[in-house]
């Protein structure tokens, strides 16, 4: 069943539009998210209310164990979450160990189990600069490495990789989504902060596309 996908479904924006451009494309979608020991799981609620409304197979894989040898980041440990852009060197404190490779894995033995020929995940130029793990060479690696490591081969696709944020947003205001659908804060409250890294740049695209976020933030922010 080569024409299914795994799609590693965050939540967030950037999976959420790769989630809507392969069930676009009439693939078969198979959304797979993970319990990983993150600060909250807004962006979780998120994919399962999403993939629900769209009839979409999902499923929340609980790999909170990983947290017990992989500590350190301000994602899953008590460290206070930096506030700025990507670009600067603090916002390494959000590099979660291992962790694509081990979601990878995963969903590379998932896509084996239903038959679907390649796993999808939502790295884009935009990370290159702090995630080792988000970088062309390292979706490469792990893409001869899925093809071989089972009697079925399985492809490893980071569509996205050539896009940064704004262009993601785009093709997703193209295809009429609504983002208030997703969940990118790093904080997990009521309002979506602002300030961490990933509102930063989920703002700037927002205003690189001329269109106002959907989601509300905190007053200052």
Same mark, same amino acid.
């Given at each position: 069943m080569?024409?299914?996908?795994v #799609?590693? =479904?965050?939540?967030?924006?950037d999976?959420?539009t790769?989630?809507?451009?392969a069930k676009a494309?009439?693939?078969e979608?198979?959304?797979?998210s993970f319990n990983?020991?993150q600060?909250h799981?807004?962006?979780?609620e998120a994919?399962?209310?999403? /993939?629900? +409304? $769209?009839?979409?197979?999902?499923?929340?894989?609980? %790999?909170? &164990?990983?947290?017990e040898v992989?500590?350190?980041s301000?994602?899953t440990?008590d %460290?206070?979450?930096?506030e700025?852009?990507?670009e !600067?060197?603090?916002?390494?404190?959000?590099v979660?160990?291992?962790r694509?490779? %081990?979601l990878l @894995?995963?969903?590379?033995?998932? +896509?084996?189990t239903?038959g &679907?020929?390649?796993? *999808?995940?939502g790295?884009?130029?935009?990370d290159h +600069?702090i995630?080792?793990d988000c970088?062309?060479?390292?979706v490469q690696?792990?893409?001869? #490495?899925?093809?071989?490591?089972n =009697?079925?081969?399985? &492809?490893i $696709?980071?569509?996205f990789? &050539?896009?940064?944020k704004?262009?993601i947003?785009a !093709?997703?205001l193209?295809?009429?989504?609504?983002?208030g659908?997703? *969940?990118?804060c790093y904080n997990g409250r009521d309002k979506?902060c602002?300030? /961490?890294? @990933?509102?930063?740049?989920?703002?700037?695209a927002?205003a690189?596309n001329? #269109?106002?976020?959907?989601?509300d933030?905190?007053s200052?922010a």
């Open positions: 080569t024409d299914s996908v #799609v590693i =479904y965050s939540g967030g924006m999976s959420f790769l989630l809507h451009r494309r009439g693939l979608v198979h959304a797979l990983y020991g600060r799981v807004r962006e979780l994919a399962r209310s999403v /993939c629900q +409304a $769209e009839g979409i197979s999902h499923k929340v894989i609980d %790999i909170r &164990a990983m947290s992989m500590s350190g301000s994602l440990s %460290i206070d979450v930096p700025g852009h990507y !600067e060197d603090n916002m390494k404190s959000t979660v160990p291992n694509n490779m %081990i @894995s995963l969903a590379t033995g998932y +896509a084996v239903l &679907a020929g390649s796993v *999808w995940y790295a884009h130029g935009g +600069a995630y080792p970088r062309p060479e390292f690696k792990m893409d001869a #490495v899925c093809r071989v490591a =009697y079925q081969p399985v &492809a $696709e980071a569509p990789m &050539a896009m940064d704004g262009q947003l !093709e997703g193209k295809l009429g989504l609504d983002y659908q997703t *969940w990118t979506a602002g300030r /961490c890294g @990933s509102c930063v740049e989920r703002l700037e927002f690189d001329g #269109v106002t976020d959907p989601l933030y905190e200052g």
